[in-house]
């Protein structure tokens, strides 16, 4: 299928271990940030989300942090499986706003 | 399966050519979102419907397209007299009454000859 991931930077891992992918924001007012990871060919995918009134939520071999101070998120992916081979986006939105804001795309490779 | 679907799943047209896409948002889901997405971009938002009524629009939304949702349920994109720009994937995705996070389908992949 046609890749998404062209271009963008890549995470190489090796299956087995921790991933963490960063994204930083711009809109000091987003109030809401949602991970969402994209197999090619598909739609994206929600994995996770955080809202700013947290720095850390996690899920299921998942965690997000967010650092307020530098406009910072990242999700980690704990032992890495070869079905997280994927891009993945982090997205943000306003309250009060619609529109969810997508940060640049970063693509991970697991190697078996 | 209970998610967003699109359809078609792939669309090939020549310039010029008028094209429409559907969406269906996942039951009781009363808002619902366009959005495209070029390769190696992130999606970017088009409009946004909550029920039938279209309350925002982007600046990405030229003249040739028009999205509808007329019973407040599924809606269509049509684009008219499609262009070779207007290539790019076309998402949908749909958020509940309550709640922030929207849930995409699987896209539309649009080819203009």
């Known amino acids: 299928g046609e890749s998404v991931g062209l271009h963008l930077p890549t995470l190489s891992v090796q299956e087995g271990d921790n991933s963490i992918i960063n994204c930083a924001y711009s809109?000091?007012?987003?109030?809401?940030f949602i991970w969402y990871k994209q197999e090619s060919g598909k739609g994206p995918q929600f994995i996770i989300d955080?809202?700013?009134?947290?720095d850390k939520r996690q899920g299921q071999r998942v965690t997000v942090l967010l650092n307020k101070t530098v406009k910072h998120l990242s999700l980690q992916i704990a032992a890495t499986q070869p079905g997280d081979s994927a891009v993945y986006f982090c997205a943000e939105i306003t309250y009060g706003n619609n529109r969810l804001a997508f940060g640049k795309g970063n693509q991970v490779v697991v190697i078996p | 399966d209970t998610g967003v679907s699109q359809n078609p799943r792939h669309k090939i047209t020549k310039r010029g050519q008028n094209v429409t896409f559907r969406c269906d948002p996942i039951?009781?889901?009363?808002?619902l979102y366009w959005y495209r997405q070029t390769l190696g971009q992130g999606p970017e938002f088009l409009t946004y419907f909550q029920n039938e009524a279209q309350l925002e629009k982007s600046r990405l939304l030229s003249d040739r397209f028009s999205a509808e949702r007329p019973k407040g349920s599924f809606s269509t994109l049509e684009i008219q007299r499609t262009e070779q720009g207007d290539s790019a994937m076309y998402l949908c995705a749909s958020s509940p009454p309550v709640g922030d996070t929207q849930y995409f389908g699987p896209g539309t992949r649009l080819t203009v000859l």
């Open positions: 039951s009781e889901h009363n808002r």
């Open positions: 955080i809202r700013s009134n947290m």
């Open positions: 809109n000091s007012a987003s109030d809401y």
